[in-house]
Nanobody, 121 residues
Framework: QVQLVESGGGLVQPGGSLRLSCAAS????????MGWYRQAPGKQRELVAT???????NYADSVKGRFTISRDNAKNTVYLQMNTLKPEDTAVYYC???????????????WGQGTQVTVSS
């Protein structure tokens, strides 16, 4: 089994910054694309950013220029640096990763448990 554990969420004032981390552990052979999603109350879960194993990134228009996704393959960890936070960024943020487990030929997508980000004065 593979587990994703997020950390770094919390309460921050508008204009502030947070850095989210997501560490994968378990019977991992390879990790392919990783990403961050978020879900605000009353809204569907939406894509925030993705990053491939080679470092190619993609961002939602709403966060371009403010958020940066990165990864440390040696640590099986993906990060989301969030700057100039706005109240509309308030949501539960979820980590996602496509993982090939040891001794299998299948790639499965895993989700973290989510971490709350609240932007409010």
């Amino acid at each position: 089994q593979v587990q994703l554990v997020e950390s770094g969420g919390g309460l921050v004032q508008p204009g502030g910054s947070l850095r989210l981390s997501c560490a994968a552990s378990g019977n991992i052979f390879s990790i392919y694309t990783m990403g961050w999603y978020r879900q605000a109350p009353g809204k569907q879960r939406e894509l925030v950013a993705t990053i491939t194993s080679g470092g190619t990134t993609n961002y939602a228009d709403s966060v371009k220029g403010r958020f940066t996704i990165s990864r440390d393959n040696a640590k099986n960890t993906v990060y989301l640096q969030m700057n100039t936070l706005k109240p509309e960024d308030t949501a539960v943020y979820y980590c996602n990763a496509a993982v090939r487990s040891r001794f299998t030929d299948s790639i499965n997508r895993y989700w973290g448990q989510g971490t709350q980000v609240t932007v409010s004065s």
